[in-house]
Each structure stands twice: as structure tokens, then as C-alpha cells.
């Protein structure tokens, strides 16, 4: 310590509320969509504090684009987005992670309260600590919430015009019909006068595609796999990782990527209130991630009830960002 260190102001501690409880029951959903005649475990059921690493390990693979061009989207449209969305206004960030995406519009949207929801509290918390300390002038608040069924905000939220964040394409895991009724939510939540800003990725070659979601390193494998494994500790299950593959692919018909564990052989699983039993190659379908097209996304919106829409792609044309008046 010498006589040149600074005094950093102290930044508020971001507030954090969990409102998990208040929706439904991911024990009694695991359990019954674990039993239905297709089998299948919703994607929020991922990121674990584990599977959100393996999701930041994911962004940082050549075969996984996504989160690069639209880094770059931002980085070149950032000022013209900001003029669209408006300043100064509270920044509501759907499925925030480990808040980067967000941060970069920081500087250029300079909002007035960042409020950060996702499903992972553990990995948001963590996170909001240290980007409070990086921006101590923002006030911040972390909202644990499932926003797949219900988008409550609670009062703490500043009241609109809201500028409503859902980057980085996970408006594709929600089946086309679903897509459009999150997004009249998102309309909602943004008040008179606000806007969604959309990240979208888009059709490309099935051979890329296919790529991305099956990489050659296995990052991709490791976190369809480790689902298992949360799903173990929140139903008291006994998958053995060991006994399933990861299988991913596109499917251009449903323009979707699909991804699936598939059992390597016969296996009897139990879990707490239930079990079932698996032949070999049976699978249980893990993640949709769909894909857009520029036209398709404009429609979308326009059906979801937003006004002016404005589309940025990068120089690829693999990845777009929407911004759409409320
Ligand atoms: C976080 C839903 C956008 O669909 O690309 C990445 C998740 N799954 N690799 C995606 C994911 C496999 C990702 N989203």
C-alpha cells in the first residue's frame, strides 16, 4: 500500500431476490416429463453451476459462433442501437448468465438500473458481485426467476419504458408457438414506450450447424450429459452418465437443432417417486434450439404485436439482433 493507491467508491451491493419458489415445482415437472411417452427434460434444467461453465466453455469453441458474431454486432451497431432503444432506462436482462452480453451495452446504453434474471442463482449471484464492483454507479438487481411460464417483475424493477435484453438466441429453445407468446410477455414487461433488443441466430448449412452443437472436443457432449447429473440431484435419480451418448443435430424441415441423450444400452433408472426403464438407443430429448431467418424473425415480432423493428446482422449473415419498439 503506498501513497498513490485510490479509493474506489463503494458500490451498493446489487439487491438479489429469489423468486423461484413462487412458480412451479422442477422436482414434479422433472419427474413428469421424465415419465411422458417421449421423454424429455426441459433446457433450463442445464445450468447447473457446473453446466454454466461448460455453456461459457461452449461460447469460446471455433465451431460455436453465436456468441462471437453477435459480440461483433454489438460492437459495430452498438451507438445506432442505443439511439433506437433510448438511454437511461432500466436495462432488463432475460437469462442473463454470467451478464457479459449486457455489459458490453453498458457504455452506449447507459441505463439506469441493471436487473439481471436467470434461472441459476448460485452463477448469477456470483456474478452480479463482480460486475457491481466493475460498475459501481449502476444500481443492480439480481431476480433468480423462471421466466419460461410467468415474466413478473417485481416493484423493485423502475417502471417503463424498460429496454428488455434476451441475447444470444435462447429465444430458440421455445418452440415457434411459445416463441410468440414469451415474446407478448416481453412486450409487456417493457412498458409503453420501451423495447425488446433480440439476439436471433440464423439458418445456415446443416454441416455447420451440425458442427456447433457436436464439437470435436466434446464440450457440447459434456454439457448435454451433465443434465444427468442435475437431474439426479434434483430428483434423487441415479442416471449413470456413463451409460448415455450426447447425439445433437439440424434438421432443416423444423429449421431446429435437436439434442438428445441416447441410451448406449438397457438401463433401469429410479428416482425419488418413480423410474423407468430405458432400451438401448432410446433417447430423451434435452434442447430445440430453432433457427431464423431474417424474414421469419421480422414476422415474429410483427405477430407479437411490435411496431418499429430494426435488424442487424453480422458479416456472415449467421446471427441477427432485433430491436423492436414495445
Ligand atoms: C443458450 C439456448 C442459446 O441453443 O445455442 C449451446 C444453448 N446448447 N450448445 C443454443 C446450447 C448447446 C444455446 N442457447
Keep these: 500500500m503506498g501513497s498513490n493507491d485510490v ?3 463503494l458500490a451498493p451491493a446489487p439487491r438479489f431476490l429469489d423468486l423461484r419458489t413462487a412458480s412451479a415445482d ?48 454489438f460492437e459495430r451497431h452498438g451507438e445506432e442501437i442505443a439511439t433506437r432503444a433510448g438511454i437511461d432506462r432500466p436495462l432488463v436482462d432475460l437469462g442473463a448468465g454470467n451478464c457479459e452480453k449486457a455489459e458490453q451495452l453498458f457504455r452506449v446504453l447507459a441505463p439506469s438500473q441493471y436487473v439481471a434474471v436467470d434461472i441459476a442463482a448460485d452463477f448469477l449471484h456470483e456474478c ?25 417483475l417485481p416493484d423493485i424493477v423502475q417502471p417503463g419504458p424498460r429496454t428488455v ?11 415457434p408457438h411459445d416463441a410468440l407468446a414469451f415474446l407478448e410477455r416481453m412486450r ?10 433480440l439476439g436471433a441466430d440464423l439458418v445456415r448449412h446443416k454441416h455447420a450447424l451440425d458442427l456447433a452443437y457436436d464439437d470435436p472436443l466434446g464440450v457440447t457432449a459434456a454439457f448435454n450429459l451433465n443434465v444427468l447429473r442435475n437431474v439426479n440431484r434434483c430428483i434423487d435419480a441415479d442416471f449413470d452418465v456413463a451409460d448415455w451418448r450426447h447425439v445433437a443435430f439440424f434438421d432443416p424441415v423444423t429449421a ?8 448406449r444400452c438397457d438401463v433401469a433408472v429410479r428416482w425419488n417417486g418413480g423410474g423407468r426403464r430405458f432400451r438401448a438407443t432410446d433417447r430423451i430429448h434435452t434442447e430445440n434450439s430453432y433457427k431464423y431467418t431474417l424474414p421469419g424473425l ?29
Design 188 to 197: 409487456a414487461a417493457c412498458g409503453p414506450g420501451g423495447c425488446v433488443v
Design 7 to 9: 479509493r474506489v467508491p
Design 298 to 326: 421480422g414476422a415474429l415480432l410483427r405477430r407479437a404485436g411490435f411496431g418499429d423493428t430494426w435488424l442487424w446482422t453480422d458479416e456472415e449473415d449467421s446471427f441477427a439482433v432485433a430491436l423492436a419498439a414495445a
Design 26 to 73: 422442477p422436482a414434479a415437472e422433472l419427474r413428469a416429463s421424465l415419465a411422458a411417452d417421449a421423454p424429455f427434460i426441459a433446457p433450463k434444467f442445464f445450468y447447473d453451476p457446473l453446466g454454466s461453465r461448460l455453456f461459457e466453455a461452449i461460447c469460446e469453441l471455433p465451431e460455436y459462433p453465436l456468441t462471437r458474431a453477435e459480440r461483433r454486432i
Design 256 to 263: 431446429r437443432i435437436e439434442m438428445h441423450v441416447e441410451a
Design 128 to 152: 452480479l458481485a463482480a460486475l457491481s464492483l466493475r460498475h459501481p454507479g449502476l444500481p443492480m438487481v439480481g431476480l433468480a426467476q423462471d421466466f419460461t411460464f410467468a415474466l413478473a
Design 165 to 175: 435484453f434476451y441475447p444470444g438466441s435462447s429465444i430458440g429453445n421455445f418452440a
